[in-house]
């Protein structure tokens, strides 16, 4: 089982950027995909961005791409995620996860391991 810490979240103005950090524990992280995914106050969870486990591809939402980057670090079980030009409908409680696969999925049930998740508040 792999232990997931989200931490950068914070409150910005909208245009402004952010970097959200993963720290992982367990042996497992560095051998498989992650991601990363947001839930909006009243909506559902959905897909943000995804790696995979060595880093060679990605995927993105529909409304983050050109905007945000996803990274991983194998040597430090560590993933990132730069938001730059950063929209008040970004805001939502961002949340790290494991992926049971080596791909860059964008199935959330390929996700076998969450954060608690961080805020995100984005202000117009």
């Known amino acids: 089982q792999v232990q997931l810490v989200e931490s950068g979240g914070g409150l910005v103005q909208a245009g402004a950027s952010l970097r959200l950090s993963c720290a992982a524990s367990g042996r497992t992280f560095s051998s498989y995909g992650a991601g990363w995914f947001r839930q909006a106050p009243g909506k559902e969870r959905e897909f943000v961005a995804s790696?995979?486990?060595?880093?060679?591809?990605?995927s993105y939402g529909n409304s983050v791409k050109g905007r945000f980057t996803i990274a991983k670090d194998n040597a430090k079980n560590t993933l990132w995620l730069q938001m730059n030009s950063l929209k008040p409908e970004d805001t939502g409680v961002y949340y790290c996860?494991?992926?049971?696969?080596?791909?860059?999925?964008?199935?959330?049930?390929?996700?076998?391991?969450w954060g608690q998740g961080t805020q995100v508040t984005v202000s117009s």
């Open positions: 790696i995979s486990w060595r880093g060679a591809t990605s």
């Open positions: 996860a494991a992926a049971s696969t080596i791909l860059a999925t964008m199935r959330e049930t390929d996700f076998r391991s």
